[in-house]
């Protein structure tokens, strides 16, 4: 297993595929970004980064059923593993460590 180190945009997508839950592949993992981040992100970068966590150990996927509406086409769920889970949370630690170290931060200073 590489380095479990999450980048900011690998602990997106792996958010977003733990929030998908059993329906987190490629599309709706972009169009779900999408929408929480507001910004645009392209498929193929999502993809390139589905790759990367699987060469983590942080995410695996596996081959879901031909559908007719996708013309027998099979699609690939992603789900997080038990090291991406613990990454993840081991995230949420240090920025939750963090911000209770910042001083009565409010909308109103920014």
Known sequence: MKG???GEFEELVLLTIASLVNNAYSVA??????KHAERTVKLGVVHAVL???EEKGLAKSELGEATATRGGKRKRFYVPTGAGKASLVRAKEIRDQLWQKIPNLTLKQI
């Open 51 to 53: 790759n990367r966590l």
């Open 29 to 34: 993992i972009c169009d779900e970004l999408s």
């Open 4 to 6: 479990t180190h999450l």
